[in-house]
C-alpha cells in the first residue's frame, strides 16, 4: 500500500488536527490520514476529499475508524467497516458494516450489519442485521432483521423480523413478523405476524394475531427412594 500525498511539500502545520484525522486499515495494514490518498496494494484507492471527508472506491477489505465525527463513504469495496463516524454511505459493496453512526445509508450491497445508528436507509440489500437506532427505511431488500428501534418503515421486503420497536410500517412487503412493537399499520402485504404488539392495523393483507409463548414452569419429578420410605414409614 503506498500513501500518495500531494500536499506534503506545503502543509500550513506539522501538527495533524485530531478531529480531522482517520485511521483506515486496508487489506490488513493500518494507517493514518488526514490529507492526501491511499493506493491499495490489491486495487482500489482511499482519498480524503475534503476535510473531515473520506471515500475508499474499489477495496477489498477496508476499516475507517474516526475522522472527529466526519463522514465516510464506500463503493464497489469488498468489506467495508465504518466505525464511530458521524455518517456513512456504501454502495455496492460486498458485506457493508457500521456502528455508533448518526447515519447510515446502504445501497445494493450484499449483506448490512449496523448497530446504535441514528438514522438507517437500506435499499436493495440481501441481508440486513440492524440493532437499536431511531429511524429506519428498508426497500426492496431480500430479508431484513430489525431490534430497538424507534420508527421502522418497511416497503416492497420479501421477509423481515422486527423485534422490540416502537412504531412499524409495512407496505407491499410478502413476509413479516413483528414482535413486541407499539403500532403496526401499512397495507397490501402477502402475511403479517405479529405476536405481543400494541395495535395492528394492515389493510390488504393476511394478519396473523399470535400468542406470546410463555415459558413453561419446570416439574420435579418425586424420588422414587423418597415415595418407597414414605410407603414404608406408613
Do not use: Y
Amino acid at each position: 500500500m503506498a500513501l500518495v500525498d500531494p500536499k506534503a511539500g506545503k502543509s500550513s502545520s506539522s501538527t495533524v488536527t485530531a478531529h480531522h484525522l482517520f485511521v483506515v486499515v486496508i487489506d490488513g495494514v493500518e494507517t493514518s490520514i488526514h490529507e492526501g490518498n491511499l493506493q491499495a496494494s490489491l486495487g482500489g484507492t482511499v482519498t480524503i476529499t475534503s476535510a473531515g471527508n473520506l471515500s475508499a472506491s474499489g477495496v477489498r477489505s477496508v476499516v475507517v475508524r474516526g475522522g472527529g465525527g466526519g463522514s465516510v463513504s464506500f463503493t464497489l469495496c469488498g468489506d467495508a467497516v465504518a466505525d464511530g463516524v458521524d455518517s456513512a454511505s456504501f454502495v455496492r459493496c460486498g458485506a457493508a458494516r457500521a456502528e455508533g453512526a448518526r447515519a447510515v445509508s446502504v445501497t445494493r450491497c450484499r449483506a448490512a450489519d449496523l448497530e446504535q445508528a441514528g438514522r438507517v436507509s437500506l435499499e436493495r440489500c440481501r441481508e440486513a442485521r440492524v440493532r437499536g437506532g431511531g429511524a429506519l427505511r428498508a426497500a426492496r431488500c431480500r430479508r431484513a432483521d430489525v431490534e430497538s428501534f424507534g420508527e421502522v418503515h418497511l416497503a416492497r421486503c420479501k421477509g423481515a423480523r422486527v423485534d422490540w420497536c416502537g412504531s412499524v410500517e409495512v407496505e407491499m412487503c410478502r413476509a413479516v413478523d413483528v414482535s413486541r412493537c407499539g403500532a403496526v399499520t401499512g397495507g397490501r402485504c402477502r402475511v403479517v405476524n405479529a405476536v405481543g404488539c400494541g395495535s395492528v392495523e394492515v389493510a390488504h393483507a393476511v394478519v396473523n394475531i399470535l400468542e406470546e409463548e410463555q415459558p413453561q414452569a419446570t416439574q420435579h419429578p418425586v424420588s422414587p427412594s423418597h415415595s418407597s420410605r414414605s410407603s414404608d414409614s406408613e
